[in-house]
């Protein structure tokens, strides 16, 4: 019986030197690899008064002549992990030094893990868990509006776009950016906008931004855009009612506060003088006497337009020759020259006239009129006989045998069949 029992307890004593055998089997030492110091600091890189890093400091002895090591520096928090990595070719012995930097406030738990050069993990560390503020420039958007609030068509109008994000470049979480609100496509790559060329309207401007880390902000910017009122403006004469081939201009004049220089100038002169120029003033010293309607229209670059007119009189010069016998001369009073043929034009047929009035007096439709005077030697009318009466309103009447009548035409002074 005890030489049963002898035989388990050696067997349990050689199956319990094999599991201890095992338990200390470490692939860092096995590589003739020692860690000889590890320490953590923690820093306040902001100097703010928060720790928001932590650097870890390693010493590493080698026994081989020369050895390849890769340091990852491993962060978790909020169920995010970020890798800091250093990579180390040495003899003997060597210092390691990586930091880790805080990328969002709250809990950080650290690892370092060491590693051949064929990627092989030789040794894991738990570095601890560390309350930290972050390190970083967390993600943020600022969209300044160079303007007034409220604007017009055209004016000058700006929108700078201010993103900072340190946090998602630094452990390759890059996020996205989206702009809404906008007339028009933006790209990342703008950094400001030109609203000066948005049409008029009430606009609300948001920018998002997220990255891969769940890190987010927004920023919203307001403005209103109004529609540029018609263009205001004069038409100013200078030379109107004095002789051609005087100095004479037509100047168009904005009004106070306006500016029309880049506008479009559209002139209609009647009767026409030609082709007139995109110009803010015509030259009428040289055009021919007479009277000229001006029309101006003016449109803005958003092609609202006004038109405004003038009337334009120029007088006949002594020193203009013309060939047109018809045209308007100069007055000169009592020295005016006149025309005798004229006059007696005018006296044939005033007299034409008054003759053609006359019988168009005198003359009545045919079957109307009965004669001529039919006044007795009294100066009454003569019914020639026939029976007379005269009615309610005064009217002389004769009647004929067959039944039929008629009336006394005082004017005319004869009988007219009813």
Known sequence: ?????????????????QVVAEEETDPFTEAGLNLVALRNDSLDSNQDGMMDAIRVVAVINSTQQMVGLTLTLIGEHSGFTVYEEMFMYFEDQENASLTYDSWATGEHRLYLEISDSEGRLLLSINIGTFDLSPALAVPSIDLELSGSEIMQTGDSCEITRTFIDETGPRWNYVGTRSIVGTPFKVLDSDQTLDCSNWPAGAYVVTETYQNGLGQ??????????????????????????????TPCSITHVQATGENHDEYTKDWIVTPSIGMTANSSSLDCSNWDSGVYKILLTVTNDEQISSTNGAM???????ELVTEDEDAPVLSRGEETETSSVGLWGIGVLSLVLG????????????????????LD????PDADGLPTHVDENGMLWRRHDDGEVDWWDRSALMWKRW
């Not at 003759?355 to 039919?374: C, H, K, N, Y």
Request: with cysteine.
């Open 1 to 17: 019986m005890r030489e049963w029992l002898l035989i388990a307890l050696m067997c349990s004593l050689c199956f319990s030197g």
């Open 216 to 245: 987010t902000t927004t920023d919203t910017l307001q403005l209103i855009i109004e529609n540029k009122p018609p263009p205001h403006f004069s038409i100013e004469l200078d030379g109107t009612d004095a002789l051609a081939g």
């Open 312 to 318: 334009l009189i120029r007088m006949p010069s002594e």
């Open 377 to 380: 030697s009294m100066g009454e």
């Open 355 to 374: 003759i053609a009035v006359f019988v168009l007096m005198m003359r009545g439709p045919e079957d109307d009129q009965l004669g001529g005077s039919m």
